[in-house]
Every structure is written in C-alpha cells, then in structure tokens.
C-alpha cells in the first residue's frame, strides 16, 4: 500500500484544515486507516482511526470534537477535516494503513505516508 498526505499549511488558531491521504497498491477494503501526528521534540501520537468502509471511527481525546475522519471509496482517499485549530495541534501529520483491526499504535501500522506539515498560529 502507497499512502501520499497532502492539505497541510500555516492557519491560524480557530480556523480549518482538511488532510488527504490518497491510497493505492492494493486492494483496500480490508485495510484501516490511521491518522497520527508528531510534533517536534515529541512522540508520534494517535489522532483518528477508520475502516476502509467507514463504518467506525476513533479519535484521540485532544480533537474529538473538532475532528472528522472520512473515506471516499470512489477516489481510494481518506480525509482528516480539523476545525477550531489550536497551536497545540502544530505537527506533522501521518496517514497510515494496516489490515483489518482498529488499533491507536504507531507500531501496529505497516504502511506509512510521507507526512504533511500543520502549524497553527496564536
């Protein structure tokens, strides 16, 4: 599986993003799709987690709330919109894959994007 993150930038505190992850290389409806996010100086982080057929979602206590996970099937991509930023949320954001299972692990993961930077100004 191939994942490529894109829609990060520079906004500033109470406004919105939306993060894709394109996915491709394999038959996807099996897999599960992780956000996670690490910023500098800090461990990588879980932020929201959803199956292929989008019939669940998790998300970390830090963005419930302000946070939705999506699929859309028909373009093999997977969403992160994020409302009400806070400079908290500055990092760089992964996308991830695994099969199956739901899982809040960095480690439990085997397919990983290229990160995509967010900075959230005060």
């Known amino acids: 599986v191939q994942l490529q993150a894109c829609g990060g930038g520079l906004v500033q505190a109470g406004g919105s993003l939306r993060l894709s992850c394109a996915a491709s290389?394999?038959?996807?409806?099996?897999?599960?799709m992780g956000w996670f996010r690490q910023a500098p100086g800090k461990e990588r982080e879980f932020v929201a987690v959803?199956?292929?057929?989008?019939?669940?979602?998790l998300y970390a206590d830090s963005v419930k709330g302000r946070s939705t996970v999506s699929i859309d099937n028909a373009k093999n991509t997977a969403y992160l919109q994020m409302n009400s930023l806070k400079p908290e949320d500055t990092a760089v954001y992964y996308c991830?894959?695994?099969?199956?299972?739901?899982?809040?692990?960095?480690?439990?993961?085997?397919?990983w994007g290229q990160g995509t930077q967010v900075t959230v100004s005060s």
């Open positions: 991830a894959a695994r099969a199956f299972f739901l899982s809040v692990l960095v480690r439990e993961y085997d397919y």
């Open positions: 959803i199956p292929w057929n989008g019939a669940t979602t």
């Open positions: 290389g394999r038959t996807l409806s099996s897999y599960v």
